[in-house]
C-alpha cells in the first residue's frame, strides 16, 4: 500500500490484544498526522447477541463480530492520538441480522462515539463493508469507494 510505513497484524484471540489498548502511531515512531487504521472481517456482524455472553468451543462465534466487541475496540482506541479508521465487513445475515439492522447498530456504537457516518460498499443483500473515520483529514475522499468498488467487481 502506498504510503503505508508500518503494518502490524496481530494472530491470535484479537480480544485480548485489545484489552491491553492500542498505541498512537508517533509512539510506534510514526510521524505525526499518521492514522490508525482497525479493519474487521468477521463472518457476521451480529446485533442481537454479546461475545461475552458465549460458550466459545463448539460453534464459530469467536469468529463473529457483537456490539460488545465494538465497545472493547472504543476503550481500546480511547488513548489513540490523531485520525482513526474502522472498517467492518460482513458477509451474512443469518440469525437476524439483515444490513439496515447491523447498520443501525454499529451505527448507535460508532457514531455515538463521534465516529463519522459510514461509508457503506454493499456488494448484494449479504455481503457489505463499513467504513468508518474519526479526525481523518481527508475522509470525503473514501465516498468513492463504493464507485472505486463497482469497477474493479468481476
Known amino acids: 500500500m502506498p504510503g503505508c510505513q508500518r503494518a502490524?497484524?496481530?494472530?491470535?484471540?484479537w480480544r485480548k490484544r485489545f484489552a491491553r489498548g492500542l498505541p498512537s502511531p508517533v509512539?510506534?515512531?510514526l510521524p505525526d498526522g499518521s492514522v490508525t487504521l482497525v479493519s474487521f472481517?468477521?463472518?457476521?456482524?451480529s446485533s442481537n447477541r454479546r461475545y461475552d455472553d458465549i460458550k466459545l468451543g463448539k460453534s464459530r462465534?469467536?469468529?463473529?463480530?457483537?456490539?460488545?466487541?465494538l465497545?472493547?475496540?472504543?476503550t481500546a482506541l480511547a488513548n489513540v492520538?490523531?485520525?482513526i479508521i474502522i472498517q467492518i465487513s460482513t458477509?451474512?445475515?443469518l440469525d437476524g441480522n439483515p444490513q439496515p439492522i447491523v447498520v443501525a447498530s454499529i451505527n448507535k456504537i460508532l457514531v455515538g462515539a463521534h465516529f463519522n457516518p459510514p461509508v457503506?460498499?454493499?456488494l448484494d443483500d449479504r455481503m457489505m463493508s463499513l467504513v468508518y473515520t474519526l479526525n481523518v483529514p481527508w475522509a470525503e475522499e473514501l465516498a468513492k469507494l463504493p464507485d472505486c468498488f463497482q469497477r474493479w467487481r468481476p
Open 8 to 13: 502490524k497484524v496481530y494472530y491470535g484471540d
Open 27 to 29: 509512539d510506534v515512531g
Open 41 to 45: 472481517d468477521p463472518y457476521k456482524y
Open 61 to 69: 462465534t469467536e469468529g463473529d463480530l457483537y456490539p460488545d466487541d
Open 71 to 74: 465497545e472493547r475496540t472504543l
Open 81 to 83: 492520538k490523531g485520525g
Open 91 to 93: 458477509y451474512s445475515t
Open 120 to 122: 457503506e460498499v454493499v
